[in-house]
């Protein structure tokens, strides 16, 4: 069984920065070979994607609202996916969760839909504070 743990998360001033962390362990599959992505979920709002990374590390897709303060990168040799959240908003508020693509060697870049990933953490609480 595929097991997907986020941490990282905290309580933060408007400004300030997280580094999101993101373990992939057991199940059989290799992470090396699985695109992963970022969502969150604000309270009262649906979930929506933040950020995606190519199984190799190479291509990666932020939303508009993320770009230039969020960093996706992927640790193949550790399994570990990581989101670096600098200038921290408000607005920026929830929970975060870590998904990996539903197949190996898939990447489907600026699309970001839930249904591309298959496997989910139980999401991690960003709160930033003004």
């Known amino acids: 069984q595929v097991k997907v743990v986020e941490s990282g998360g905290g309580l933060v001033q408007t400004g300030g920065s997280l580094r999101l962390s993101c373990q992939v362990s057991?199940?059989?599959?290799?992470?090396?070979?699985?695109?992963m992505g970022w969502f969150r979920q604000a309270p009262g709002k649906e979930r929506e994607g933040v950020s995606s990374?190519?199984?190799?590390?190479?291509?990666?897709y932020y939303v508009d609202s993320v770009k230039g303060r969020f960093n996706i990168s992927k640790d193949n040799v550790n399994n570990v996916l990581y989101l670096q959240m600098n200038d921290l908003k408000p607005e920026d508020t929830a929970t975060y969760y870590c998904?990996?693509?539903?197949?190996?060697?898939?990447?489907?870049?600026?699309?970001?839909?839930?249904?591309?990933?298959?496997?989910w953490g139980q999401g991690t609480q960003v709160t930033v504070s003004s």
């Open positions: 057991g199940g059989g599959v290799t992470p090396a070979l699985y695109s």
């Open positions: 998904a990996m693509g539903a197949g190996p060697l898939r990447y489907y870049g600026n699309s970001l839909k839930e249904s591309d990933f298959g496997y």
């Open positions: 990374i190519k199984w190799s590390g190479q291509e990666v």
